[in-house]
């Protein structure tokens, strides 16, 4: 059943070109996981071993995490940590936390360790260096926490600085595009996990409608105002996206909501960071 519901894992590839990457990073290989939601049987055990072994196979340099690994209670991740401490890379693997994360006051600090604990490194509006100075990770806070606050941490950057920043939720784009982001990871959507084949997420059409509910009914209606906000930019809900100057990639994610996944299989994605070629340099080839 639980097959039927979410459909065969998917493993995407794509090659992203990033100005002024230093040319010992050209290659570099980065693994990106999302939205685990590891309880109430939302993600299998097979499919989790499928994605763990998909990572590894592929040799990265890093894994990258981009949150909500439980659902409701923080009890899960102790068994899911345990699991993600099979992952490999070179540099290690960095996390950042997503909504559901932070559902209960403790719930930040429980999973915060048990992914700590494993080897993992969290990010919580803080800049790390696994690749060294020339390429920063930036993780923020979550975008529905009060501590979300990406101006305090991007101007710690200097503008001439490739950077890959982590944030979960993929509307912040839409903010960070007073800042250079060569890269942004997100999750959150799930890819809307329905997908109409060739005019995308049923979510753009639900949502379209919901606009033209009068506010007095749609006040009646508190699960139609919940689901219409779980994102704006529902054209942003997967794959690779040019916002302002910036690069954003979204992952579908591996954990499953009732009604299931149309078309919107879960996926583990491997992205290649590579220099871009310009015109005079082809022009010496």
Known sequence: MHKLLTGALSTEKLTVKIPNLPLSLAGLKLVQMSD???????????????AIAVSNAAKPDLVILTGDYVNTIAKPIHQLASRLKNLESRYGVYAILGNHDICYPSSKLEITNALTNVGIN????????????????????????REFNPE??????????????????????????????????????????????GMGP????????????????????????????????????????????NQLYVNRGLGTYFPGRLFCPPEVTIITLEIPVLPYLLCQI
């Open 36 to 50: 685990f939601h590891y309880d109430n049987g939302l993600l299998s055990e097979k499919m989790l071993t499928e």
């Open 122 to 145: 969290v990010l919580w509006n803080q800049i790390a260096y696994p690749l060294g100075e020339k390429l920063p990770l930036v993780g923020l806070a979550d975008f529905y926490s």
């Open 152 to 197: 305090a941490i991007m101007n710690q950057l200097d503008s001439t600085t490739p950077r890959i920043v982590l944030s979960h939720h993929p509307d912040t784009a839409e903010i960070l595009k007073k800042w250079r982001v060569d890269l942004q990871l997100s999750g959150h959507s799930h890819g809307g996990q329905i997908v109409i084949p």
């Open 202 to 245: 049923a979510m753009i059409y639900y949502a379209k409608i919901v606009k033209k509910i009068p506010k007095k009914l749609l006040r009646k209606l508190p699960f139609l105002r919940k689901t219409h906000s779980i994102l704006r930019h529902w054209q942003w809900s997967e794959g690779l996206h040019i916002v302002g100057n």
